[in-house]
């Protein structure tokens, strides 16, 4: 019996031996994804999977397609867990920003908000045929506006169990799990206990918890108990997305906060984060306003800003909420694409409210802020954070480089880390600052999101694996992107295999769509 086992343990390597390899990858040096030092060895591939790794593959098929890596790092495709291309990557499925980035999977339906329907989605991903992978998760907002609207309520009864059965279906069509937005509509408005109630549902089909918490400024340590109740009382693996600490009231908090993510990891709780390399977030303008004041949706906030009344209760929130942050004015708050006057994209909001004739004032500011949203939400990027604080969690071994970003269209001026993200943790943090190593950083890009959100066979540079794989020169790579020019591609990725296919040929874009829609239940 126990060499019949043997026998099976061995079957799949066996079968692969028996393997020519379509395309060879030589005279690089893998980093495998596991965390382990380089090694040397040729990388063997057929059809989408890694059939061989070992040396003298090369020599050994001379009839074989062969890519020279000349000494550069060859590693898996890197999986970003923190996506919003939903809408995005079917206008442009080529998905350039993440593919010259190095990015072979992503992770979507961050933040809440996912698609209504996941079956439709999945398999418009794989009718559309994609240059990456995709994932998603089930958007909690999504669920509560298909559940109960955009009400400032607790659910009924029978609202739970449609949330529920919502809930339920997303998993059995192939979400990876749930994501909160809680500072985002309807999901502000929802008490712990209904969170908690979801998540149960996506931890009965093995799906993880991601979470844009409830705050991330003052009272970010309640939200990261907040966080850490609902993965305890679900018993599910938690995600905190985009970890940080915002406002200048906050700076150096990060040895508190990522404290006690740690804390939590030693008393056996599964909970990691994600973070992009930036001291700058970037989300809508209508964060801006107090949460009272969008219950209903936009159309009801602009009924409320034309009652005078109401307006002036709006902007004493307003007031309330820079005071606490102790900020005197919006400047730190920059337009990312305002779609009804482009003029407005890449100004901060003091510069457009004195570029509207008006007198640098808070009041003057917060109203050119609602006029802004009596038009139309924006798009922005808000410079709120510290690179002490940043560099800190950069270190956090359980902690995955995220773009937060979605597929670009070219258009406004969106931050840059929809285009460098990863480039930025190879460039800066491990080569200029070394502040983590080359392998640990590949690790925290492949194997780890790989693991915490299930992707089955993804991750690693292994036989069997699927053979999503990068060449790159650890020396040369670079993020290009920046606030003031965003849309430029990272340089350095010479290479890029998505499920066998060569998606970048010598450092260009062939315009292959190998990509395939990953689903949980798989």
């Known amino acids: 019996m126990k060499q019949f086992f043997f026998v099976l343990f061995l079957l799949p390597a066996i079968l692969f031996a028996q393997q020519t390899p379509d395309l060879i990858i030589t005279n690089g040096r893998i980093v495998d994804g596991t965390g382990n030092s380089w090694y040397r060895a040729d990388v063997g591939v057929k059809g989408n999977r890694i059939i061989a790794i070992k040396k003298g593959l090369a020599a050994q098929y001379p009839n074989a397609k062969t890519i020279d890596a000349r000494n550069r790092v060859v590693s898996p495709g890197f999986i970003d867990v923190h996506a919003h291309i939903e809408g995005g990557v079917f206008e442009r499925p080529t998905a350039d920003n993440y593919i010259y980035d190095g990015v072979t999977s992503v992770v979507t339906g961050n933040c809440g908000g996912a698609a209504d329907d996941i079956a439709v989605f999945l398999k418009k991903i794989d009718k559309t045929t994609t ?210 006057d482009s003029s407005f994209n890449g100004k901060n909001i003091s510069q457009i409210n004195q570029g509207l004739g008006n007198k640098k004032k808070f009041i003057n500011e917060a109203n050119t802020i609602l006029d802004m949203l009596a038009r139309a939400n924006a798009q922005m990027i808000y410079h709120t954070m510290n690179e002490k604080d940043l560099a800190h969690f950069m270190k956090y071994p359980f902690n995955m480089p995220a773009a937060d970003g979605g597929v670009s269209n070219g258009k406004g001026m969106p931050h840059p880390r929809g285009y460098g993200t990863n480039a930025r943790v190879l460039a800066k943090y491990v080569r200029e600052e070394k502040l983590i190593g080359l392998e640990e950083a590949v690790r925290r890009m492949t194997s780890l999101p790989a693991t915490k959100f299930n992707l089955k066979d993804r991750g690693l540079i292994m036989e069997g694996k699927f053979a999503d794989i990068l060449i790159f020169d650890e020396n040369t790579i670079q993020d290009m992107s920046v606030y003031e020019n965003p849309h430029q591609f990272t340089k350095g990725i010479e290479y890029v295999l998505v499920n066998g296919k060569l998606v970048i040929n010598n450092g260009k874009h062939t315009g292959t769509r190998s990509g395939i829609a990953l689903r949980g239940n798989q």
Request: net charge positive.
């Open 131 to 340: 240059s990456i992978n995709v994932a998603t998760l089930a958007g909690h907002n999504t669920i509560r506006r298909l559940g109960m609207g955009l009400d400032n309520r607790k659910a009924t009864p029978e609202e739970m169990k449609k949330m529920e059965a919502l809930m339920l279906k997303a998993m059995e069509d192939g979400a990876v799990g749930l994501s909160t937005g809680l500072i985002y509509l309807p999901g502000m408005y929802s008490p712990t206990q209904e969170i908690v109630d979801l998540a149960k549902v996506a931890a009965s089909k093995g799906g993880v918890y991601a979470t844009h918490m409830r705050y991330e400024g003052t009272r970010v340590d309640e939200a990261i108990n907040e966080t850490l109740t609902i993965g305890r009382e679900a018993n599910i693996p938690v995600q905190i997305s985009h970890f940080k600490v915002t406002g200048k009231n906050n700076w150096g908090r990060s040895t508190e906060t990522l404290g006690m993510v740690e804390e939590a990891r030693k008393q056996g709780y599964d909970v990691t984060i994600d973070q992009y390399p930036y001291t700058a977030s970037s989300t809508n303008l209508a964060v801006t306003v107090p949460d009272w004041a969008l219950e209903g949706g936009l159309d009801s906030l602009r009924v409320r800003l034309k009652n005078p009344e109401q307006r002036k209760k709006i902007i004493d929130g307003m007031a309330q909420a820079l005071k606490a942050a102790k900020r005197k004015d919006y400047a730190y708050a920059v337009v990312a694409n305002f779609s009804p």
